[in-house]
């Protein structure tokens, strides 16, 4: 089932079983969903498959990561098993990311290939520790202009830096950003976020939800209050 919703939420579940669970409890018309790195080690393409089978548009958040034809390889994997979305490093720099959509390309193939830039937890501080001696910000812009010259359609990026990367690659380009917390939820431990409303309005074009939907009594209401922020 297609959906307009910019609404990602993220099935962060050690099994199968507990996605499932909480997929069950969601409407596919009313956002997608994020498979990510625990989830599909331990449960593989049968998370994908029943997830599909439910009607919901995926985002495979993998992170790819390696020499070129290994993560062309990966996303042609990923894309024919029919995901809405999948995501690699820009730290793997242009020839990676080229690999990556010339495959997609060649095989007449749909899927939303973006990168991450920088992980929505890192600080300065954290940045200098593995030699980067630029801030998060322009980090994020070096990293998301690489990604939209390799023919990216677009980054995972913090709101906080979706304004300037609306300037830099345009609004076309997808601003896929976690670290979204409503207003009736905790921080928890990411670093760089912002409600909402104010990170669509900053130029977001996605939003990822975890935990204040998640871990809802009632994960529908808790949805259906993000929708009225951002209305």
């Known amino acids: 089932?297609?959906?307009?919703?910019?609404?990602?939420?993220?099935?962060?579940?050690?099994?199968?079983?507990?996605?499932?669970?909480?997929?069950?409890?969601?409407?596919?018309?009313?956002?997608?969903?994020?498979?990510?790195?625990?989830?599909?080690?331990?449960?593989?393409?049968?998370?994908?498959?029943?997830?599909?089978?439910?009607?919901?548009?995926?985002?495979?958040?993998?992170?790819?990561?390696?020499?070129?034809?290994?993560?062309?390889?990966?996303?042609?994997?990923?894309?024919?098993?029919?995901?809405?979305?999948?995501?690699?490093?820009?730290?793997?720099?242009?020839?990676?990311?080229?690999?990556?959509?010339?495959?997609?390309?060649?095989?007449?193939?749909?899927?939303?290939?973006?990168?991450?830039?920088?992980?929505?937890?890192?600080?300065?501080?954290?940045?200098?520790e593995v030699g980067v001696g630029v801030s998060p910000a322009a980090q994020v812009e070096r990293l998301a202009t690489l990604a939209r010259d390799s023919g990216m359609h677009g980054v995972v990026c913090s709101a906080q830096e979706s304004a300037r990367l609306r300037e830099l690659c345009g609004d076309d380009f997808l601003k896929v950003t976690p670290g979204i917390r409503p207003a009736f939820a905790q921080v928890g431990d990411q670093q760089r976020i912002m409600t909402p409303g104010d990170a669509m309005a900053a130029g977001s074009t996605h939003l990822v939800v975890g935990r204040p939907i998640t871990q809802a009594e009632e994960p529908m209401e808790a949805l259906a209050a993000i929708e009225a922020e951002l209305n």
């Open 1 to 128: 089932m297609s959906t307009d919703s910019p609404l990602i939420i993220a099935l962060d579940y050690p099994s199968l079983d507990a996605a499932l669970c909480m997929a069950d409890r969601l409407d596919p018309a009313r956002c997608r969903l994020k498979v990510g790195k625990e989830l599909f080690t331990r449960s593989g393409p049968d998370v994908l498959e029943a997830l599909h089978g439910r009607g919901f548009e995926v985002f495979l958040d993998l992170k790819f990561h390696d020499i070129p034809n290994t993560v062309a390889g990966a996303v042609h994997a990923a894309a024919e098993q029919g995901v809405w979305m999948v995501n690699v490093h820009a730290g793997g720099g242009r020839r990676m990311m080229e690999a990556a959509r010339e495959r997609l390309e060649r095989h007449g193939l749909g899927t939303r290939l973006i990168a991450v830039t920088v992980l929505t937890s890192m600080t300065a501080d954290d940045l200098a």
